[in-house]
């Protein structure tokens, strides 16, 4: 089984391609946040615990994350692989994924890192408030979600090179360019 994670800050093109690379190599795709919205659109207990939080851009705790996860991966127990969007965002989340997976035997395959600089994501986040009306892209929870990815997502990146998982990849240009890209550092591993 590949576990891919597309690792990067709001705005760096992780949903765009890890539809695209799910796509390709017949991966499920699991966007942490797609669960998320959809429990709060259909007005579920979870969805009510979370509303308030993801509206303010805010981190919602990693012990809903770990429930989330857990029961993601049992109902998937046969697929050939998973592309991670959004998930791990903590460290207690990478630690608890790493036992997650370690309990079924298997581990995370490589971490793929989009890097985009600030004032791009700030544009690409207003642009998309615009074309999908997300109540979270607003300026003020923008930057409230970059302070929690500096905050709280961002050492990830320190875990993931000890553990030479990472490799990153230059989040701007076409989204073809960057797909091709990835592909290649899923394929070379
Ligand atoms: P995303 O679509 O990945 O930008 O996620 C939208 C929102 O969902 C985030 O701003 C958080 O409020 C919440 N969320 C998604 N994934 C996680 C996660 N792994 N840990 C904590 N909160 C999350």
């Given at each position: 089984?590949?576990?891919?994670?597309l690792?990067?800050?709001p705005?760096?093109?992780?949903?765009?391609?890890?539809?695209?690379?799910?796509?390709?190599?017949?991966?499920?795709h699991?966007?942490?946040?797609?669960?998320?919205?959809?429990?709060?659109?259909q007005?579920?207990?979870?969805?009510?615990k979370?509303?308030?939080?993801?509206?303010?851009?805010?981190?919602?705790?990693?012990?809903?994350?770990?429930?989330?996860?857990?029961?993601?991966?049992?109902?998937?127990?046969?697929?050939?692989?998973?592309?991670?969007?959004g998930?791990?965002?903590?460290?207690?989340?990478?630690?608890?994924?790493?036992?997650?997976?370690?309990?079924?035997?298997?581990?995370?395959?490589?971490?793929?890192?989009?890097?985009?600089?600030?004032?791009?994501?700030?544009?690409?986040?207003?642009?998309?408030?615009?074309?999908?009306?997300?109540?979270?892209?607003?300026?003020?929870?923008?930057k409230?979600r970059?302070?929690?990815?500096h905050?709280?997502?961002?050492?990830?990146?320190?875990?993931?090179?000890?553990?030479?998982?990472?490799?990153?990849?230059?989040?701007?240009?076409?989204?073809?360019?960057?797909?091709?890209?990835?592909?290649?550092?899923?394929?070379?591993?």
């Open positions: 089984m590949y576990n891919l994670i690792f990067g800050p705005g760096a093109g992780k949903g765009t391609q890890a539809v695209k690379i799910a796509e390709k190599y017949n991966w499920i699991i966007s942490t946040g797609d669960i998320l919205r959809a429990e709060v659109n007005g579920t207990a979870l969805g009510l979370v509303k308030a939080i993801m509206e303010a851009g805010q981190l919602v705790s990693d012990e809903l994350l770990v429930e989330i996860m857990e029961s993601v991966f049992v109902r998937h127990a046969l697929v050939k692989g998973f592309v991670l969007d998930f791990p965002r903590t460290l207690n989340q990478a630690k608890a994924l790493d036992k997650m997976l370690e309990k079924l035997g298997k581990k995370v395959t490589l971490v793929l890192s989009l890097d985009v600089d600030e004032e791009e994501l700030v544009k690409r986040l207003l642009k998309r408030a615009q074309d999908q009306g997300r109540k979270d892209d607003t300026e003020e929870v923008i409230n970059l302070i929690q990815y905050q709280h997502t961002k050492p990830l990146i320190d875990y993931y090179r000890e553990q030479k998982l990472l490799k990153e990849v230059i989040g701007v240009g076409s989204v073809d360019d960057i797909f091709t890209t990835l592909c290649l550092a899923i394929d070379a591993n």
